[in-house]
């Protein structure tokens, strides 16, 4: 079955450690997204990529970094820099374009302890 | 700069009764919009879409309503059910420029449906 794939689904972290969440997805999509939730705040776009090895910063890239070196896979670090990184994190795929929409994964719940 | 915007929080329906969802935006840009739903500690899930040459479309219980001119969509739910409750995010994207594809979402409808 093609899909997204998030992983860890439940990640927890100390304050200034760096941590790296995994997408991976077998959809052969072009682009990949990352998404932040917090309550009431929506989604917000932290990092996006169209093709390997290009990126582009979203909204809110801050404390933030990726990378793009194979087409099913763009991994997200929230760094220490991050100043409140406990959020429900999100990564989607689509066609180049994306006219059709996202595939989501299922999501990374961070907490910071 | 919000530029999708769903400006009720929640909303609660009886069984059996429309449920009906809005959305603003205001970038003049956006071409195509979509609507998704999501359930707790899961990702979204596309629901149905729709082009700006359009000003409806259906698909079974599920229609959207697109206002150019008001900038202005709206989602229907007739009739609601029970497991229909969840997050509802509207979403828009541009029909070009470096930001096609890339898809800007309202801060989301909690919908609570009541048996």
């Known amino acids: 079955d093609g899909g997204i794939t998030q992983s860890p689904k439940y990640l927890f972290r100390k304050e200034g450690q760096n941590v790296t969440l995994s997408c991976e997805q077998n959809?052969?999509?072009?682009?990949m997204y990352w998404y932040r939730q917090d309550p009431g705040q929506g989604l917000r776009l932290i990092y996006y990529?169209?093709?390997?090895?290009?990126?582009q910063k979203g909204d809110i890239a801050e404390g933030y970094s990726v990378s793009r070196e194979k087409k099913e896979s763009f991994p997200l670090t929230v760094t220490s820099a991050q100043k409140n990184p406990t959020a429900f994190y999100l990564c989607?795929?689509?066609?180049?374009?994306?006219?059709?929409?996202?595939?989501f994964g299922s999501g990374t719940r961070l907490t910071v302890v | 700069d919000q530029q999708v915007k769903q400006n009720s929080p929640s909303l609660s329906v009886q069984e059996g009764r429309i449920s009906i969802l809005n959305c603003d935006y205001t970038?003049?840009?956006?071409?195509?919009f979509l609507w998704y739903k999501k359930y707790p500690a899961e990702g979204p899930t596309f629901l149905i879409s729709?082009?700006?040459?359009?000003d409806k479309n259906e698909d079974g219980r599920f229609t959207v309503f697109l206002n150019k001119s008001a900038k202005h969509l709206s989602l229907h739910i007739v009739p609601s059910q029970p497991g229909d409750s969840a997050v509802y995010f509207c979403?828009?994207?541009?029909?070009?420029?470096?930001?096609?594809?890339?898809?800007?979402f309202g801060q989301g409808t909690i919908l609570t449906v009541h048996p």
């Open positions: 970038n003049s840009m956006f071409d195509y």
């Open positions: 990529s169209q093709i390997v090895n290009d990126f």
């Open positions: 729709i082009s700006s040459i359009k």
């Open positions: 979403a828009a994207t541009p029909a070009g420029g470096t930001s096609y594809g890339k898809l800007t």
């Open positions: 989607a795929s689509s066609v180049t374009g994306g006219s059709f929409g996202y595939t």
């Open positions: 959809l052969n999509h072009d682009a």
